[in-house]
């Protein structure tokens, strides 16, 4: 019995993620909800493109890309 318990151990000890470039340990909410302000600032503008600058139509085409329902080639 004893056996199996350190076993057991030894099984949950090894399967928790420490690895720092995980998600959860690198997701930061206050810099995801100014993202997301940003973002819907910017949608508001999709009706006139040429209305947008440089960065926002950039911000605004990645976003774009990651809802569209293509495969990513680029891996």
Request: with cysteine; charged share 30%.
């Amino acid at each position: 019995m004893r056996n199996f318990l350190i076993i057991l151990f030894l099984l949950i000890l090894t399967n928790c993620s420490l690895n720092k470039d995980s998600d959860y340990w690198t997701e930061n909410s206050i810099e995801s909800k100014t993202n997301q302000k940003k973002l819907n600032e910017i949608l508001k503008k999709t009706e006139d493109i040429t209305s947008m600058t440089l960065a926002e139509y950039e911000i605004y085409i990645d976003d774009y890309t990651k809802k569209s329902k293509y495969p990513d080639i680029s891996k």
